[in-house]
């Protein structure tokens, strides 16, 4: 398996890791898993803005794994190209869940177009 391919499994944890943390900041106990979802809809700062940070983990995941996959099925990219710009993804995802969590807005906006252009360079480099 690639360096590639486990940043997509890293990336499959990332949002699960947000949960966690949204969950502690917010005091869930065993009674709040009963309806996480409507607990979690509930919580305001650190642990409202760590629970945004898992819903956007979910949504980037996909373009993020099947750029992955058309890179190393194209035949095209670099091995090394892919494990770069993956690595570069999984990095500016541990930094956009740093700075949402710390209220961070810029600082996060600017990290997430960051990963959104790994992404596209893997398609780039699948060409």
């Not at 305001?44 to 803005?49: D, L, P, S």
């Not at 099925?73 to 541990?94: C, D």
Request: glycine share 6%; with cysteine.
């Amino acid at each position: 398996m690639t360096l590639a391919y486990w940043c997509v499994v890293i990336a499959m944890f990332l949002p699960w890791i947000a949960a966690f943390m949204a969950k502690k900041y917010a005091g869930f106990s065993a009674k709040d898993n009963h309806h996480p979802r409507a607990f979690l809809a509930h919580t305001v700062g650190k642990a409202a803005r760590a629970n945004a940070a898992q819903q956007n983990g979910y949504e980037v995941f996909a373009p993020f794994a099947a750029a992955v996959m058309i890179a190393h099925l194209t035949g095209n990219a670099a091995q090394i190209t892919i494990n770069s710009w993956s690595v570069l993804f999984i990095l500016s995802r541990i930094g956009y869940l740093y700075c949402y969590i710390q209220d961070k807005s810029f600082a996060r906006s600017c990290i997430w177009i960051g990963g959104i252009f790994c992404i596209l360079a893997l398609y780039i480099a699948a060409i």
